[in-house]
C-alpha cells in the first residue's frame, strides 16, 4: 500500500509539473476597481477627440508574448479565466469549461474563445497609444495585471471589434457595471485619453453598479 501511495504521489507531482492538472479558476481579471474609485478616475480622465486612426496598425501591439514557460498570454488567460482547464505539456488547453460573461455563454473548446482586449488596441492607438514605443504597446496588448484581457466568446469578441462603450456594450446586463469598471481601470493606469460619447456612455453604465 506504502508503495501504491508513494507512486500515486509521484505520478500527481509529475503531472503537475508537466501542467496537465487542473488548474485553479478565477472569475474575473485582476484588479477591477470599485464603483467609487472608477468613478474618480472617470473624472480625472482627459477628454478629447480620437485621432491616427488611419495609421493603426495591430502589428504595433506585438502579441501574444511569452509569460512562463512554454505558455503565451493567450494561454495564461485561457488558464486563468476557465475551470478545471486541462493543458498539455506545449501549455495548449485540451479541455476544461469557460464562461462568457458577455454574452453569458459556456464552452468546453478553448477554439470558441477569444481573448479581448477590453480596450480594444485600436481603440488605444486612436486615445494617445500612437505616442508611445512599441515596447510600452506590447505591454499593453499582454497586461495581465490589469482587468485589461478576459476570455470570451470568440464571435461576440469580433462583432465588439474596436468599438468603444459607446456604440458596443455586454448583451448581459448584469455585467456591464463591471465592464465600464475594468474600461476606466486601464484607461486610467495607461493615461489614455476618452471621447465624450465614451464618457458618457461609460458614466451611465457605472450608475447600474449597486
Known amino acids: 500500500m506504502r508503495v501504491v501511495t508513494r507512486l500515486l504521489a509521484t505520478v500527481a507531482t509529475a503531472a503537475i509539473a508537466a501542467g ?3 488548474s485553479p479558476a478565477q472569475a474575473t481579471p485582476p484588479n477591477i476597481p470599485t464603483k467609487a474609485t472608477a468613478q474618480t478616475e472617470l473624472n480625472s480622465l482627459t477628454v478629447a477627440a480620437e485621432a491616427n486612426a ?48 458577455y454574452d453569458g455563454a459556456t464552452w468546453t473548446a478553448a477554439s470558441d474563445l477569444d481573448i479581448d482586449h477590453v480596450v480594444p488596441l485600436a481603440e488605444a492607438w486612436r486615445s494617445g497609444a500612437d505616442a508611445w514605443t512599441t515596447a510600452k504597446r506590447q505591454l499593453f496588448a499582454n497586461d495581465l495585471t490589469r482587468p485589461q484581457l478576459i476570455a470570451v466568446t470568440d464571435n461576440v469578441n469580433q462583432s465588439k ?30 493615461a489614455l485619453k476618452l471621447q465624450s460619447t465614451e464618457k458618457t456612455a461609460l458614466q451611465t453604465m457605472l450608475n447600474t453598479c449597486s
Open 20 to 22: 496537465l492538472l487542473a
Open 54 to 101: 488611419s495609421t493603426y496598425d495591430r502589428d504595433l501591439f506585438p502579441h501574444w508574448i511569452t509569460i512562463s514557460g512554454t505558455c503565451n498570454t493567450r494561454e495564461t488567460v485561457l488558464k486563468r479565466d476557465g475551470s478545471s482547464v486541462v493543458v498539455s505539456s506545449a501549455c495548449a488547453a485540451t479541455s476544461g469549461s469557460w464562461y462568457s460573461p
Open 161 to 190: 471589434s474596436d468599438q468603444d462603450p459607446s456604440t458596443w456594450q455586454p448583451s448581459v446586463s448584469s455585467y456591464k457595471c463591471t465592464y465600464a469598471r475594468m474600461w476606466i481601470a486601464v484607461k486610467y493606469y495607461w
